[in-house]
């Protein structure tokens, strides 16, 4: 500041001040993360695209929605198999419910009632009229060899066995298990019966073989008739346990049998 005389007056003389140049006025400038939002890395090189980029320039990676095309077809692959395993445990789930549902009994309403039992009916087995028949027929059979058990065993008991006697037995017995082996033919057609069929079968057929071998003797042979009539009663101890299968047979059916008992097979 100098001294100058200004009016005739003197005083402090001002320096005049300097004017700056304002920076020139650019474009607007862009907020803070708006390019980010634009932009993204490559997964593969790292390079910055911009969104919306099928195609890296760098490393020709193709790109779905910023994702590399095989890393995009593993993520949908899985979600399909996760949909489909969603979507058959929902219908398992489902069907067992359903079932559930469907097969538990009503409980009763009543206090203290216990929970109802399903009654299921057993089917009762069919059987033919022939077999229907020879069911009858066998165990009117049966009981007839059973008396000639009694029979035998009464003729043995005598000191001096009768042997014309114990010969018109064999040969009754004889003819019976020839009857007896038509009977089981029959039976066997029945399924349920077929085991015991063959059974009788073989019992029927045992009978017929020991009396034509005790009838093979001479008539005065008393010895021959007394072991003939003893060998008899062996075999015919097999009919009281299949005659017991051929009732149980017959029951369930609803075929009624003819009692026999001893009394009865003592008639005959």
Same mark, same amino acid.
Request: proline share 7%; hydrophobic share 45%.
């Given at each position: 500041?100098?001294?100058?005389?200004?009016?005739?007056?003197?005083?402090?003389?001002?320096?005049?001040?300097?004017?700056?140049?304002?920076?020139?006025?650019?474009?607007?400038?862009?907020?803070?993360?708006?390019?980010?939002?634009?932009?993204?890395?490559?997964?593969?090189?790292?390079?910055?695209?911009?969104?919306?980029?099928?195609?890296?320039?760098?490393?020709?990676?193709?790109?779905?929605?910023?994702?590399?095309?095989?890393?995009?077809?593993?993520?949908?692959?899985?979600?399909?198999?996760?949909?489909?395993?969603?979507?058959?445990?929902?219908?398992?789930?489902?069907?067992?419910?359903?079932?559930?549902?469907?097969?538990?009994?009503?409980?009763?309403?009543?206090?203290?009632?216990?929970?109802?039992? !399903?009654?299921?009916?057993?089917?009762?087995?069919?059987?033919?009229?022939?077999?229907?028949?020879?069911?009858?027929?066998? !165990?009117?059979?049966?009981?007839?060899?059973?008396?000639?058990?009694?029979?035998?065993?009464?003729?043995?008991?005598?000191?001096?066995?009768?042997?014309?006697?114990?010969?018109?037995?064999?040969?009754?017995?004889?003819?019976?298990?020839?009857?007896?082996?038509?009977?089981?033919?029959?039976?066997?057609?029945?399924?349920?019966?077929? !085991?015991?069929?063959?059974?009788?079968?073989?019992?029927?057929?045992?009978?017929?073989?020991?009396?034509?071998?005790?009838?093979?003797?001479?008539?005065?042979?008393?010895?021959?008739?007394?072991?003939?009539?003893?060998?008899?009663?062996?075999?015919?101890?097999?009919?009281?346990?299949?005659?017991?299968?051929?009732?149980?047979?017959?029951?369930?059916?609803?075929?009624?049998?003819?009692?026999?008992?001893?009394?009865?097979?003592?008639?005959?």
């Amino acid at each position: 500041m100098t001294a100058e005389t200004v009016g005739g007056r003197s005083g402090p003389r001002k320096t005049p001040r300097r004017v700056r140049s304002r920076p020139p006025v650019g474009p607007e400038s862009i907020s803070i993360g708006e390019t980010d939002a634009n932009i993204f890395n490559c997964p593969i090189c790292s390079r910055p695209l911009a969104t919306g980029v099928n195609r890296c320039p760098t490393c020709g990676t193709r790109l779905i929605l910023s994702t590399p095309v095989r890393r995009a077809g593993v993520f949908a692959a899985a979600g399909l198999i996760l949909g489909l395993l969603l979507a058959w445990s929902v219908s398992a789930v489902a069907g067992a419910l359903t079932a559930t549902r469907a097969t538990a009994p009503h409980a009763s309403l009543a206090p203290g009632a216990s929970a109802p039992v !399903a009654a299921v009916p057993t089917p009762v087995p069919t059987i033919g009229a022939a077999s229907r028949s020879a069911l009858g027929q066998a !165990a009117a059979l049966d009981a007839r060899l059973e008396g000639a058990i009694f029979s035998l065993r009464l003729a043995l008991k005598d000191k001096h066995l009768d042997s014309a006697s114990v010969a018109d037995q064999l040969r009754s017995l004889a003819a019976d298990s020839a009857f007896g082996d038509d009977l089981a033919s029959r039976l066997g057609a029945w399924d349920q019966a077929y !085991a015991l069929s063959l059974d009788l079968s073989n019992l029927y057929g045992s009978i017929r073989s020991t009396a034509r071998e005790g009838l093979a003797a001479s008539i005065t042979n008393e010895p021959a008739y007394r072991a003939a009539a003893q060998k008899m009663l062996a075999v015919l101890a097999g009919i009281a346990p299949l005659d017991k299968r051929l009732r149980d047979l017959a029951l369930s059916v609803n075929v009624r049998l003819p009692d026999s008992s001893p009394s009865d097979a003592a008639a005959h």
